[in-house]
């Protein structure tokens, strides 16, 4: 009989490495421009599907973090102030380890529930649920 080494040896040796950094998340930067004193977030659909979540509770989010107004036109995000890039990326940042990543095991296979006036975060991965600390 083999040793229990050998076995691991030969099991690694079959099986195909990983490629890549690890993470197979990566959170969207922002692309957008200023027009005037508007500033025009022209991927903001594109980085809500990539959160899997709705634009609607993601452009909510995003105008009372930033305190402005908005409106959505189609696929861009228009807010009625100049504001950086830095400081909307930041805000991403923030609206996605609150609303889309497992507090768990870190992963964004995660979905919204509501269960009266508490909104759950439910983990598809792990099975984790933990209520969400900030309301939308």
């Not at 079959?14 to 993470?23: C, L």
């Not at 908005?70 to 861009?76: L, M």
């Amino acid at each position: 009989m083999e040793t229990y080494e050998k076995l691991l040896e030969e099991a690694y040796s079959k099986i195909k490495r990983a490629e890549g950094g690890g993470e197979r998340f990566e959170i969207p930067k922002v692309e957008g421009h200023f027009e005037g004193k508007k500033t025009i977030l022209t991927n903001f659909y594109q980085i809500a599907s990539h959160l899997r979540r709705g634009p609607e509770q993601f452009q909510k989010f995003m105008l009372r973090e930033l305190a402005a107004q908005g409106q959505r036109e189609g696929d861009r995000l228009i807010l009625n102030i100049k504001v950086p890039s830095t400081k909307i990326n930041q805000k991403i940042e923030e609206y996605t380890s609150e609303f889309v990543l497992c507090r768990e095991c870190k992963k964004p296979d995660t979905e919204l529930l509501r269960e009266g006036r508490v909104t759950f975060i439910h983990c598809l991965a792990c099975g984790a649920k933990h209520p969400v600390r900030s309301k939308i």
